[in-house]
């Protein structure tokens, strides 16, 4: 399966200066819950952004430069081609979960062939947010709100949106 996953503000804000914009621990434990043991996607630039390789997890790195700032190990796989990478991930979603974590233009993408997004949506705005999340075409995907939470003040949800099928 192909499943999208990303913390979104109300006008779809995803990160800014390469960062997430809101840090919310629970939402933090959802991804990893989501994720352990799973296949996760990424550009370089949201590579380079995590702390360090993610345990329990085979990361797939899209990125035509050498231009890392950790370790490259067993665990992560660098492909250079979109077009490859696209292929490779739609062949890898048939026997195992395969999650996209971002960057924006890996969103995009990707949407076309998700099966299955978990956005949190956050109650909030940032206004210098420089990426964002492509728009959802509603018509095309089955909402569940999984739980409503609040954290530091900011309420947020969790929701899965599952791709209707023709």
């Avoid at 067993?74 to 077009?83: C, G, M, R, S």
């Avoid at 979960?97 to 998700?114: D, P, Q, T």
Wanted: hydrophobic share 40%; net charge neutral; with cysteine.
């Amino acid at each position: 399966m192909l499943i999208m996953i990303a913390a979104v503000g109300k006008k779809n804000e995803l990160g800014k200066d390469n960062q997430l914009i809101w840090r919310l621990s629970k939402d933090m434990k959802f991804f990893r819950e989501r994720t352990k043991n799973a296949v996760i996607v990424m550009g370089r630039k949201t590579f380079n952004s995590l702390p360090k390789i993610l345990p329990n997890r085979r990361h797939i790195v899209l990125s035509k430069g050498k231009d890392f700032n950790k370790e490259l190990d067993e665990n992560v796989t660098v492909i250079e081609d979109k077009n490859q990478l696209i292929s490779y991930c739609k062949e890898l979603s048939k026997k195992e979960e395969v999650f996209i974590i971002g960057g924006a233009s890996l969103y995009g993408m990707f949407m076309e062939f998700a099966d299955r997004m978990y956005l949190t949506r956050i109650e909030a705005e940032d206004c210098a947010a420089d990426v964002y999340f492509p728009e959802i075409e509603e018509n095309k995907w089955e909402k569940t709100v999984l739980s409503e939470e609040e954290e530091n003040e900011i309420r947020f949800c969790f929701v899965e949106y599952s791709r209707k099928r023709a």
